[in-house]
């Protein structure tokens, strides 16, 4: 019984620290997100932004060049 309960504190601890992993604040948005952060340069300061927010900056980059 001892074991089970160990394992499962075990598994609650590790799931803990996975969804902490990964978490930042976006630069252009300003909302707490996980996955994957992208580093950009903005009018010569460095920001760290979500996929939403790069993936919307990549259309309008598109556009202007259009």
Do not use: N, P, R, W
């Not at 601890?13 to 950009?40: N, P, Q, R």
């Not at 460095?46 to 996929?51: G, M, N, P, T």
């Amino acid at each position: 019984m001892k074991k089970l309960i160990s394992v499962l504190l075990l598994v609650a601890v590790m799931a803990t620290l996975l969804t902490a992993c990964g978490s930042f604040t976006c630069g252009l948005c300003k909302k707490e997100k996980s996955g994957k952060k992208y580093d950009t340069e903005i009018s010569g300061q460095a920001f760290v932004i979500c996929k939403d927010c790069h993936d919307g900056l990549e259309e309008l980059a598109e556009a202007f060049q259009k």
